[in-house]
C-alpha cells in the first residue's frame, strides 16, 4: 500500500461545478496537510494548509482533514477554467514530508 | 519579494555530457530539496539537504549529483550516468517540513 493515495484523474466538470479532490494516507502520525495547485510546466504553489483535523476555507476553497479515516478533501465552490490544473495532496508528521501523485483537473467553459 | 529560481528553464544536453541545474533561494530556508517529473507521474525525490555543507540520498539519487557550499545556492548536476535525463526538475526549500515547501518554477531538460 501506497503511503499517499490520489486519484490521478483526469477529472473534468463544467464551469460552476463543485469539485471534490481526495486524498487517503496510511501514517497515522501525519498531522500537517497541504493542498497544492501546480499548473503545466510551472512549479507547485500551496493552495492550502491545515493543521490536525477540521475544516479550512478560504474563498471558493475548502480543505477537510478526517484524521479517523485517514482521508483528506479539497473542495472547490462555483469551479472556473483558471482552476484547471494538477492538484497536489501533501503531509508531514514533522520531519517526512510525502506528496501524493495528483489529479489533474480540467474546469470546462 | 523572497522565492526560489531556477535557471535555465530550458536545458538541452547531449548524450554523455553532465549538465548543471541551478536553484537560488532567498528564504533564509536551511532546506533545500531536488524533485523529478515525469509526464503523469508524481514528484520523485532526488536529493535533499538540511544543513550546508551537508546533503542526502532521495529515492532516486543515482545519476545524479549536488552540493550545498551556501545556505542559498543547491545545484544539481545530471551526470551522463543518468540513462533517462528527459524531465521536469523542481527544487524546493523549506523553513521547517511541517510548514510546506515553497518550489520554483522548474527546468525541463531534453536529451538530444
Known amino acids: 500500500q501506497k503511503e499517499v493515495e490520489q486519484d490521478p484523474g483526469p477529472l473534468s466538470v463544467p464551469e460552476g461545478a463543485i469539485v471534490s479532490l481526495n486524498c487517503t494516507y496510511s501514517n497515522s502520525a501525519f498531522q500537517y496537510f497541504m493542498w497544492y495547485r501546480q499548473y503545466s510546466r510551472k512549479g507547485p504553489e500551496l493552495l492550502m494548509y491545515?493543521?490536525?483535523?477540521g475544516n479550512k476555507e478560504d474563498g471558493r476553497f475548502t480543505a477537510q482533514v478526517d484524521k479517523s479515516s485517514k482521508y483528506i478533501s479539497l473542495f472547490i465552490r462555483d469551479s472556473q477554467p483558471s482552476d484547471s490544473a494538477t492538484y497536489l495532496c501533501a503531509m508531514s508528521d514533522g520531519q517526512n514530508f510525502v506528496f501524493g501523485p495528483g489529479t489533474r483537473l480540467s474546469v470546462l467553459p | 519579494d523572497g522565492g526560489i529560481t531556477q535557471s535555465p528553464k530550458y536545458l538541452f544536453r547531449k548524450e554523455g555530457q553532465n549538465v548543471t541545474l541551478s536553484c537560488e533561494q532567498n528564504l533564509n530556508h536551511d532546506a533545500m530539496y531536488w524533485y523529478r517529473q515525469d509526464p503523469g507521474q508524481g514528484l520523485r525525490l532526488i536529493y535533499y539537504?538540511?544543513?550546508?555543507?551537508?546533503?542526502q540520498k532521495g529515492d532516486i539519487a543515482e545519476g545524479y549529483s549536488v552540493s550545498r557550499e551556501k545556505k542559498e545556492s543547491f545545484p544539481l548536476t545530471v551526470t551522463s550516468a543518468q540513462k533517462n535525463p528527459t524531465a521536469f526538475y523542481l527544487c524546493?526549500?523549506?523553513?521547517?517540513?511541517?510548514?510546506?515547501?515553497?518550489f520554483g518554477s522548474g527546468t525541463r531538460l531534453t536529451v538530444v
Open positions: 539537504s538540511q544543513i550546508v555543507n551537508d546533503f
Open positions: 524546493a526549500s523549506s523553513r521547517m517540513t511541517q510548514y510546506g515547501y515553497t
Open positions: 491545515t493543521y490536525s483535523s
